[in-house]
């Protein structure tokens, strides 16, 4: 009994961790069995962790641990040959002595389960890792002409990085995509953002207030999880208006579906007739059209609205209608039916649009959060 007493010498902490069983004696921290000094070192550790997360911005967080070699195992040869179950292991015990640390130092709350920040402690190394649970944050922007809503590949290179393109793989000309993710992912800390757009428009359209078009960023990453309300940025083309930016409590599993309107310049072989443009009014309105997607799904959409006026052969059409309806398509009548063209009796070709305003239909979904 004499050897397996001194075999398994605890430090107090340890100690208390298995029961404080008689047959176990105890020893100073250094030349405890299981931990070998370890667990006189968490005050340290906790403050290791409070100086690498200074630079981020949390609500909630999360502390793992990563053990030096054979420590577990210790402990887990003390349990079985001795017979007893113990209170938590010493990887819960550390993990929970830094998180009380950190939590009454920063007054963040602890959260396993969907923390902000999950810092990620070496104890044997000393080193701290820190991840950040993704950012969604919802706006919605306005453009002006020339300005595409996404990143375009080079054309010289088609996305495998040339001298032309800077060996990015996209074209250098401005976008929605390229312009608010570069402003946003420095205000925000981000290494990487992701967007979802919830219609999308011609890089000859504008996009106009009030409000603009809605989207989604995923930010990947962030140090900050407060956005700025509002964006202004300059393209060397006029400005993108960034508004009402907020984030959204998760990953949405599903937006909302959107109304929108639209002012179409249409061009046309023949002159249209007043009386034929106000039929067009008359009968288009509240009427659902169906078009066939890429992938030859047929869809039904409504035109909740159309007006029409023109000048020589120029039309100029005001639709309020469904989102998802192709503008351009509703207009020549590729693969929609019926099209204006139909109603028209005459070939239209589309030679811009531009989004007045756009509607959110429902609301987001987050599933469990």
Known sequence: MYEVLNKFALCETCLRRQGE??????????????????????????????????????????IGIILPSGVQEREDEVRSELK??????????????????ASKATRKTIDRMRPDLTALVDTGGQSVQLST????????????????????????????????????????????ESIVGSKLGRLMRSTKMKFTWIGREDVESRVFSPGGRPFIAELKSP??????????????????????????????????SFV????????????????????????????????????????YKKIHSIHARSTGNKLIVDIKMDGGLPVKRLINGESVSPSISEFLRTPLRCERFDILKVWEVGSFDFGKI
């Open 223 to 256: 140090r900050k999880r407060t956005p700025p309300r509002n964006l202004v940025l300059r393209t060397g083309r006029g400005l993108i208006r960034v508004s009402n930016l907020k984030a959204l409590p998760g990953r949405p599993t599903k937006i909302p």
């Open 260 to 299: 929108f309107r639209t002012i179409a310049r249409i061009e046309s072989p023949q002159r249209i007739s007043r009386e034929d443009l106000k039929r067009l009014g008359r009968e288009m309105k509240n009427m659902s059209v169906q078009f066939h997607t890429s992938k030859g799904k047929s869809v």
């Open 21 to 62: 069983d008689r047959r176990l004696s105890l020893v100073r921290p250094k030349g405890c069995f299981i931990c070998e000094g370890l667990t006189s070192r968490t005050e340290g550790l906790s403050r290791k962790v409070l100086r690498s997360v200074r630079d981020y911005e949390f609500s909630t967080f999360s």
């Open 84 to 101: 007893m179950r113990g209170r938590e292991t010493i990887k819960s015990e550390i993990a929970r002595e830094i998180s009380r640390y």
């Open 133 to 176: 649970r993704p950012l969604f944050v919802h706006g919605r922007y306005t453009k002006p002409r020339g300005v595409a809503q996404r990143r375009e590949f080079c054309e010289q290179c088609h996305g495998r990085g040339c001298a032309v393109c800077g060996n990015t793989g996209y074209s250098r000309r401005p976008s929605v």
